[in-house]
């Protein structure tokens, strides 16, 4: 059993709350990612699971059992660290061995476990190199060879992919991923990458000033996010204020401060009277010269920069009240290309309207 579980933990520096009534279910060989900005607390949790530090309050569980007191050398995890923490005198097989030896496992199954981990990374040939002597990427499989070799139940990744240039990165990513599936060993990776943590993760948990706001897989989070920071730092968003008017067994009617009618699905708890704040991704709204005819949410607005990146462009729109929106759009969908200063309409069914959570501020 290697689930991992954090039960209501808490945890301060002096006066600042790194871990807030923390709960987490990390499932048995999971590839879990904990995603937040810097100083979210994520980093922390990840140390708490390690027992390099105790929590205030709380339990966390490995394998069904409980971790308090418990060291480090005997939770049976690895760990790699954002910056690896390779020995510079010690050789590629010497840093990779450092953990058995400390364990006391004899010499020959030392030697045994380290060929075949190096093997298992793509490292062969390269055990008497120095870190030095090794590229960023190389140098990211030691430090995940040294952490795998002494078959731990749980594996502890602090953005050990911060370090390497975009492609690289990318690679890696998906080297690490096969990896983990090969072996279906529990992982816990921390990231403030918001692509990272998608490509990655079976699910995601994202953290705010010690707390966890929203878990889910990465779909359910990026498409049904809960709260305005989630959905603004898990992608972008179109952020609009408005009423609920009207609610039937089709539409939940709101309408914005700008007086535009927006419908979203009827399935939401906000009664008619209350203000809410509503999201709408950038690529689930779609532009048209001309106002369409339709049932969906229509809105004008004026083409003030149009960003061309390849397959896709972006255009960013100022509303006759003076809001501002993006959308995200594959090129060549418009037979006459859109040009700045061009007024268009933004339509967006229903099911993309997403009523988020967060209280809204009296305008």
């Known amino acids: 059993m290697s689930e991992v579980q954090l039960e209501n933990v808490c945890f301060r520096y002096g006066d600042v709350v790194a871990a807030d009534n923390v709960c987490l279910h990390v499932k048995e060989g999971e590839f879990f990612a904990v995603l937040g900005p810097s100083g979210s607390g994520k980093t922390t949790v990840l140390r708490l699971i390690a027992g390099f530090i105790e929590p205030d309050s709380g339990a966390i569980m ?23 923490a390779l020995f510079p005198h010690l050789t590629v097989a010497q840093n990779v061995a450092f953990g058995l030896e400390s364990r006391r496992v004899p010499r020959d199954e030392i030697t045994r476990r380290v060929r075949d981990i190096l ?10 190199r120095r870190p030095s002597e090794l590229s960023g990427g190389q140098q990211q499989r030691v430090a995940l060879a040294r952490a795998l070799v002494t078959q731990p139940r749980v594996l502890l990744l602090d953005e050990p992919l911060a370090a390497l240039d975009k492609k690289l990165r990318t690679q890696m990513q998906v080297e690490l991923r096969q990896l983990q599936q090969r072996l279906g060993i529990t992982t816990i990776f921390v990231t403030h990458d918001q692509e ?127 809001d501002q929106m993006i959308v995200f759009e594959q090129s060549g969908l418009h037979p006459k290309p859109l040009r700045v200063g061009q007024r268009v309409y933004l339509t967006w069914e229903p099911v993309h309207t997403l009523i988020l959570q967060d209280e809204v501020e009296a305008s």
């Open 196 to 322: 990272e943590a998608m490509t990655l993760a079976d699910r995601i948990a994202v953290m705010r000033d010690g707390r966890v706001i929203q878990v889910g897989p990465p779909r359910e989070v990026y498409e049904h996010p809960i709260t305005y920071f989630v959905s603004d730092f898990l992608g972008q968003s179109n952020v609009i204020v408005g009423q609920v008017v009207e609610k039937d067994d089709r539409h939940t009617v709101i309408r914005a401060r700008s007086g535009d009618l927006i419908y979203a699905l009827p399935e939401t708890d906000r009664a008619v009277g209350e203000e809410v704040m509503i999201a709408v991704r950038p690529e689930k709204i779609r532009l048209h010269a001309e106002r369409p005819e339709t049932t969906a949410t229509v809105l004008d607005g004026e083409i003030e920069h149009i960003a061309y990146m390849g397959t896709s462009l972006s255009y960013h729109l100022r509303r006759p009240n003076g």
């Open 62 to 84: 490995i394998g069904g059992q409980p971790m308090h007191n418990v060291p480090p050398f005997a939770r049976h995890i690895g760990f790699v660290f954002q910056n690896y």
């Open 119 to 128: 093997a298992m990374v793509q490292l062969q040939g390269l055990e008497n």
